[in-house]
């Protein structure tokens, strides 16, 4: 695969759209991690 190095997206919407999900994913999995350390350190009783 040869790249020419001028990779310009197809349209502003589908930027906006591909920063939208790279947001909400960003998110999620920090959320996700989040909780996960919350619960492994908080001390059981």
């Known amino acids: 695969m040869v790249s020419t190095g001028n990779a310009m997206w197809s349209s502003r919407f589908a930027f906006i759209m591909a920063s939208v999900g790279l947001l909400w994913a960003s998110a ?15 001390p059981s009783s």
Not at 28 to 42: I, K
């Open 28 to 42: 999620t999995f920090g959320a996700f991690h989040m909780s996960l350390a919350r619960t492994e350190v908080a």
